[in-house]
């Protein structure tokens, strides 16, 4: 049976890894929780081939950011990877539908 899950961490401090089933990614959200303008980037991938999906992008203080419009699919143990301008200013939210 699909289950719906939500991840939530601090840009930086982790990196996601699907679970050994496929993954559909349905919503990522970034959250700038600083008081200044930062900027992100997003990669997804396996491990050492990963692809950016958003790169150097601005996201105004207090303003969160959707970084993926529709799904995306995720194979068995691939990673979402995030990096922001500035130490402990970004919280990454992740929405999935694990597929079992």
């Known amino acids: 049976m699909s289950s719906f899950e939500r991840q939530s961490f601090e840009v930086g401090n982790g990196t996601y890894t699907s679970k050994t089933t496929d993954t559909v990614l349905v919503g990522l959200l970034l959250t700038n929780i600083s008081a200044a303008q930062i900027t992100a980037t997003v990669k997804i991938g396996a491990s ?3 692809q950016e999906i958003i790169k150097d992008v601005p996201i ?3 303003s969160a950011l959707s970084a993926l419009d529709g799904k995306l699919v995720l194979n068995a143990n691939d990673t979402v990877e995030a990096t922001a301008s500035a130490s402990s200013s970004c919280i990454i939210h992740i929405s999935q539908l694990q597929v079992t």
């Open 48 to 50: 050492g081939s990963t």
């Open 60 to 62: 105004p203080a207090g």
